[in-house]
């Protein structure tokens, strides 16, 4: 194993025990609201400190970028671990077994390792840059569609970009109409995982942020799919609009997209 994804997994795994410690007394949670429907709790940053430790006691110049801490700088600015300590709080909150730790590690830019880790059915997901991908120490593939009909697509709706409401629910419909059903899971770092396994045949939202996206971008890629933003392009780390799928799906999500995105989702 790659020796840099040991490490990933070895902090995904001390995450998801916190998380899972803490689920089971969920009346004693702490949540705070950090924006409009953006809620973080006490295990978030737990579950974070965690992966910090981990990564920090086997590259301790490395820098970690956190989706509650923010950007922690080490010396060495060409590795960045990019985290989200637990993707679907919403879930988490309410008692819904839906959610998952997301890391991901960048060299010079680039995504090598990716670990999504759902600590409630015990699967992780992992990948390593041109090597594929797994679950379980199992290779996953995305599956083989050739046309939407009979697929099943997973989303999440903007609810903290809703400015984007109207154009999303043109998609949503569009889609909906050409597909076979679609799923609103609530983690979009499963989805993508899920993508990457053949469990779902494609994904799209709007306005996720990198830690959301990152390790199972890497994890939908090395399983053979193809992932862009909403005009077929590769800016999704940075507009946080995001089309994942096999290759064909992809092809056919973005189709379309295209007539129907208003300007602030054609960056």
Partial sequence: ???????AVRAARAAGQTIMRAYTELDRVEVSAKGINDFVTSVDKEAEAAITYQIRKSYPDHTIVGEENGENRGDNKDYVWIVDPLDGTNNFIRGIPHFAVSIALQHKGKTEVA??????REELFT????KGAKLNDFR??????N???????????????RQHTETYMAIFGEVFGQCADLRRAGSAALDLAYVGAGRLDGFFEIGLKPWDIAAGDLICREAGGTVTDFTGNH??????????????VTTELVKIMRPLLNEGLKR
């Avoid at 670990?115 to 409630?120: A, K, L």
């Avoid at 046309?147 to 970009?161: D, H, Q, R, V, Y």
Wanted: hydrophobic share 45%.
């Fill in 235 to 248: 800016n999704y780390l940075v507009s946080g609009n995001i089309v994942a799928g096999s290759p064909k």
């Fill in 115 to 120: 670990v999504v880790y759902d600590p409630v």
């Fill in 147 to 161: 046309e939407l009909a009979p697929t099943m697509i997973g989303t999440g709706f903007p609810f903290k970009s």
């Fill in 127 to 130: 990948a390593i840059r041109g």
């Fill in 1 to 7: 194993m790659h020796p840099m994804l040991t490490i």
């Fill in 140 to 145: 996953i593939r995305v599956t083989n569609v």
